[in-house]
């Protein structure tokens, strides 16, 4: 498979856990912020999105939380999954600009 | 729906030799991106699309060009391949800039 791994900060969680991935942007002006997952030898696929005048979404298992004083955004996973395993970018937008994307987390589950 | 249909999925090239990456998408989507991702350094921008008609250099154009021949198809061409040039390849779109992006399955293109 592709070393899209390699070098990349490792959160290892046993299955049923809940799980936390951080990320932290640098441009304040951003107003627009996604999560994506993106598994071995695929491209990556969106899971959540939040709006920079919301704190927190939640969507199925996944809670996005974002932090605009300290420019912090998370992503919680609830009752991890073998296949939740995967790399997971973050990746901001200030208005009609480019998505800007985090060097990403890779998150392995053990059964 | 096919979504985002990248071609070829996988690539070997002689350095100073060139080819182009192909992108179509079936979504009705205005603007298309490539971007490339290495190991530890995340996805970063190459060229993008806004709308059919332009293109915009994003974060690492060197050595490469764009051609947006159509509102569908998006296509990315290295005129002489480098080593520096080995990653793999993603090309995204979206309905409107501002919302998030739909990215194809990769080209993994090794320049030796």
């Known amino acids: 498979g592709e070393s899209v791994g390699l070098h990349l900060p490792t959160l290892s969680v046993q299955e049923g856990d809940n799980s936390i991935i951080n990320c932290a942007y640098s441009n304040s002006a951003s107003d627009y912020f996604i999560w994506y997952k993106q598994e071995s030898g695929k491209g990556p696929q969106f899971i959540i999105d939040?709006?920079?005048?919301?704190d927190k979404r939640q969507g199925q298992r996944v809670t996005v939380l974002l932090n605009k004083t300290v420019k912090h955004l998370s992503l919680q996973i609830a009752a991890t999954q073998p296949g939740d395993s995967a790399v997971y970018f973050c990746a901001d937008l200030e208005g009609y600009s480019t998505l800007t994307f985090g060097k990403g987390t890779m998150l392995l589950v053990s059964p | 729906n096919a979504g985002v249909t990248q071609t070829p999925k996988f690539q070997v090239l002689k350095t100073g030799q060139s080819m182009t990456l192909q992108c179509a998408q079936d979504m009705n989507h205005n603007s298309m991106y490539w971007y490339r991702q290495d190991p530890g350094m995340g996805l970063r921008l190459i060229y993008y699309s806004a709308s059919e008609g332009t293109t915009d250099k994003g974060e690492v154009p060197n050595g490469y060009n764009v051609s947006r021949l159509n509102k569908r198809e998006f296509s990315l061409r290295l005129e002489s391949a480098a080593p520096s040039q080995t990653s793999v390849y993603f090309c995204?779109?979206?309905?409107?800039?501002?919302?998030?992006?739909?990215f194809g399955s990769g080209t993994r293109l090794t320049v030796v």
């Open positions: 995204a779109s979206t309905i409107d800039r501002g919302r998030s992006y739909t």
């Open positions: 939040i709006r920079s005048n919301m």
